[in-house]
C-alpha cells in the first residue's frame, strides 16, 4: 500500500501488536475495504457513522474518499440510491449494525424496486454470538433479514475474501436490471490483520461491469415490422431509459420514428417537454387512442394502469416493450414484440433497422395528439400565471415553472402528494435525469437524501419542491446541506397538513385532525438555525423573487412557502386508491 494514511494505520497496528511482523508489510480488514472500493472507482460513501464503522469512515476520508454523514440512515440510503441512478455505478451507504441497517434497508428495498444500483454496507456484530442468539449488542441477523428485500446479500467472514466480496457486490448491483445489493462486514473482520502484499493481490477490478445486452436480431425486425404497420403509435420513455445514459440515440429513435412520445416522470427531460413531438400534455389521449405502444425503459405498473382498463381505452392494442429484463415481458398485458437487451443497444438496432425511408405516422393521428396538446397547453397558461394570495398549486408552480426553464441545468427533487403531481405536469424539463423524484413505490422522504446527492454527484444547483408532510420525513438533513454547503434550495409548500390543512376533528377534543398541523409553521427558521437562508413567502411574486436570490447564493436555502390550506385534493390524484368505508364519514 502506498498512501501515506494507510502506513500510518500500519504503523499503528505494527505498535499495538509488538511481536508482529515488521510495520509496512500489514493491512487489515478496513484498508482492504477502501482499497477495493477506490480500484472500482467508487469514492463517495453516505453514511452514518458508530459502531462498529466509524473508524471505517475516518479512515476513508483519510484516504482520500468523500465520506458524508447523515442525520439518519434512510437518507443517506435515498442519496445512495439515486446517486446510483445518475451515475450508473453503485451508490454506496454505509450503516452500523441492526437498529441502521435496518433504517437503510427501506432505501434499500426502494433501490431494488426502482432500479438503481445501490450497496448498503452494514457493519454486524460476531457471528457467533447471533447465530445462537446469545444477545450480542445489537444483534441481528442482518443478512437474512435483508436478503428478500434486495438483488443480493453477501456476507465476509475473511479479510481475503474482501476482493472478491466487493467485486460480488458492484457486479450485482449494475448488470443486467440494476438493483440493490446488501454487503454484511462483521466487525471482526475490520481488524483482521493480513500481508500488505497478499491484500494488494487479492483486490479485484471489475471489467465491464455492466456488459452490453444486444438485442436478438428477430426480435427487433419484429418489432420494427409491429410498429410499421401502426395507425396509431406512442413511445412511452421510461427511468431506465433515463438511466441508461443512451440520450443521443434515444433522441435519434424518437425523432427519426416521428412518433409522439410520452415520458415517464423521471425520463421528463430526455428528449426536452418544449419537443414537438412531446404528448406529455395529451397524456389521456394518446394513452387511450394509440393502437402501437413502444415502452423503452418503463413498466407497465400501477404508474401506468397496469396496462389496461379505463386510462387505456377500448381500441385493442399492441406493446413493443424495450427491458433488460426478460421477466418484465408479459407481466400485466401480452407483448407482441419483446425487445430485451440495454436501452442503448436496443434503441441503436432499431434505428438501424428503419432504414433510409422510415415513414412517418398516420398525419390524422399526430395532429389529434398535437392538436390535443396545444389546447390543453393554453388552457392552463393564465393559472400559471395567477399572482393569487394565498397562492395555489398553479401560482407557485407556475413561476418555478419559469425558474427551471432559466436555470435548465439545476435538478428538480419533487415529493409530496398535490405538490409532486402538480409539479410533474407543469414544470417542464429540458435535459435528461434532471427530475429526481418519489419513483415507483410513490414514497415520501426522498427529498433532502436525493437532494444532497444530486448537488455532490453532478456539481449542479438543486431546486427541491416538496410538500409540507413530505419534507417532515428529512427535514433534519438541512443540517447535512448546511454542514456540508451544498447549493440547495428547498421550497416547502406548506399549506399546513397533509393533503390539506383543513380537517377537524369530529369529536370536537383537544386533538387536531390526524392530516393536519401546527398552523403557520415557519419551515425557513429550520434552515437558518444551521446557517443557511431562510425565507418566508406569500405570494408568486415573493416566491420567484426568493428562489431567484437563494439560486444565485448557491448556499443552502429554505423557501417557506404559503399555500391555501384548502387548495389540494385528498391523496393528489391517486385518492382512487383509498379504500372505501360502508359506514360514512360523520
Ligand atoms: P418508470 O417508472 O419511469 O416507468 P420503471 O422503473 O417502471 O420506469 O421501469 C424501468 C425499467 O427499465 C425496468 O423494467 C428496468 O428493468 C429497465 N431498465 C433499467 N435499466 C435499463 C437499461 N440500461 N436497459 C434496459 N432496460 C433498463
Ligand atoms: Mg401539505
Redesign the pocket.
Known amino acids: 500500500m502506498s498512501s501515506k494514511g494507510s502506513n500510518a494505520a500500519i504503523d499503528t497496528i505494527a505498535q499495538e501488536t509488538h511481536d508482529g511482523p515488521e510495520a509496512g508489510t500489514l493491512t487489515d480488514g478496513f484498508h482492504l475495504v477502501i482499497d477495493a472500493l477506490k480500484l472500482n472507482d467508487i469514492n463517495t460513501i453516505y453514511n452514518v457513522p458508530g459502531i462498529p464503522i466509524t473508524d471505517l469512515g475516518r479512515f476513508m476520508q483519510e484516504e482520500g474518499m468523500r465520506v458524508l454523514s447523515f442525520r439518519h440512515e434512510q437518507h443517506a440510503g435515498y442519496a445512495a440510491a439515486i446517486a446510483g441512478f445518475l451515475t450508473k455505478k453503485p451508490g454506496v451507504c454505509m450503516t452500523v449494525s441492526a437498529p441502521g441497517f435496518l433504517n437503510g434497508l427501506t432505501s434499500l428495498a426502494h433501490a431494488t424496486t ?2 438503481f444500483p445501490m450497496i448498503l454496507i452494514s457493519g454486524s456484530s460476531e457471528r457467533e454470538i447471533v447465530d445462537l442468539q446469545q444477545g450480542d449488542y445489537e444483534e441481528m441477523d442482518q443478512l437474512a433479514i435483508a436478503k428478500p428485500l434486495c438483488k443480493a446479500a453477501y456476507r465476509i467472514l475473511h479479510a481475503e475474501d474482501i476482493g472478491i466480496g466487493i467485486a460480488r457486490a458492484i457486479r450485482a448491483a449494475v448488470s443486467g ?2 438493483g440493490g445489493v446488501y454487503l454484511d462486514l462483521p466487525a471482526k473482520l475490520l481488524g483482521q490483520v493480513m500481508d500488505a502484499d497478499a491484500g494488494e493481490k487479492s483486490l479485484v477490478k471489475v471489467i465491464d461491469a455492466a456488459p452490453a445486452q444486444i438485442p436478438a436480431p428477430a426480435a427487433v425486425e419484429r418489432a420494427l415490422e409491429v410498429l410499421k404497420n401502426a395507425k396509431r403509435p406512442l413511445i412511452i420513455l ?3 431509459a433515463a ?2 445514459q443512451a440520450d443521443d440515440e434515444i433522441r435519434a429513435l424518437v425523432e427519426k420514428s416521428g412518433i409522439p412520445y410520452l415520458p ?1 416522470s ?2 421528463k427531460g430526455l428528449l426536452p417537454d418544449t419537443h414537438p413531438q412531446s404528448a406529455g400534455p395529451a397524456r389521456s389521449l394518446a394513452l387511450k387512442q394509440s393502437d402501437v405502444v413502444m415502452m423503452i ?3 407497465l ?1 400501477w ?1 401506468l394502469s397496469h396496462g389496461k382498463g379505463k386510462t387505456w381505452g377500448d381500441a385493442p392494442k399492441k406493446f413493443i416493450q ?4 426478460p421477466k ?1 415481458m408479459d407481466s400485466n398485458v401480452e407483448i407482441a414484440a419483446p425487445v430485451v437487451g ?2 442503448g443497444s436496443c434503441v441503436q438496432a432499431l434505428l438501424a433497422g428503419m432504414g433510409e425511408d422510415w415513414a412517418a405516422p398516420p398525419a390524422e393521428w399526430t395532429e389529434a395528439v398535437y392538436t390535443k396538446k396545444n389546447t390543453n397547453i393554453e388552457r392552463m397558461a393564465p393559472k400559471l400565471r395567477n399572482n393569487n394570495v394565498p397562492m395555489d398549486y398553479q401560482g407557485a408552480l407556475g413561476v418555478l415553472r419559469t425558474i427551471i426553464a432559466e436555470r435548465p441545468d439545476a435538478i428538480l427533487v419533487n415529493e409530496g402528494a398535490n405538490t409532486l403531481d402538480f409539479a410533474r405536469s407543469i414544470i417542464d424539463m429540458y435535459k435528461p435525469r434532471k427530475r429526481l423524484d418519489v419513483g ?1 413505490w410513490g414514497v415520501m422522504g426522498i427529498g433532502m437524501g436525493q437532494a444532497i446527492a444530486a448537488a455532490v454527484e453532478t456539481g449542479h444547483p438543486v431546486l427541491a419542491v416538496e410538500g409540507d408532510s413530505a419534507f417532515g420525513f428529512s427535514g433534519m438533513e438541512v443540517e447535512t446541506i448546511c454542514r456540508y454547503n451544498l447549493p440547495v434550495c428547498v421550497v416547502v409548500f406548506n399549506n399546513g397538513g397533509i393533503y390539506r390543512g383543513t380537517d377537524v376533528n369530529p369529536t370536537g377534543g383537544p386533538d387536531v385532525a390526524p392530516t393536519v398541523f401546527v398552523k403557520d409553521a415557519r419551515y425557513d427558521k429550520m434552515m437558518e438555525a444551521f446557517g443557511g437562508l431562510g425565507f418566508h413567502v406569500t405570494s408568486p411574486d415573493d416566491l420567484k423573487r426568493a428562489v431567484n436570490e437563494a439560486m444565485d447564493s448557491g448556499k443552502p436555502a429554505l423557501v417557506n412557502a404559503v399555500i391555501d390550506e384548502n387548495a389540494g385534493t385528498e391523496s393528489g390524484r391517486i385518492g382512487n386508491l383509498n379504500p372505501q368505508s360502508v359506514v360514512s364519514k360523520k
Open positions: 426502482n432500479c436490471r440494476p421510461g427511468k431506465g438511466y441508461a415517464m423521471m425520463a425503459g418503463a413498466r405498473n404508474l424495450i427491458d433488460i429484463e418484465e440495454d436501452v415507483t
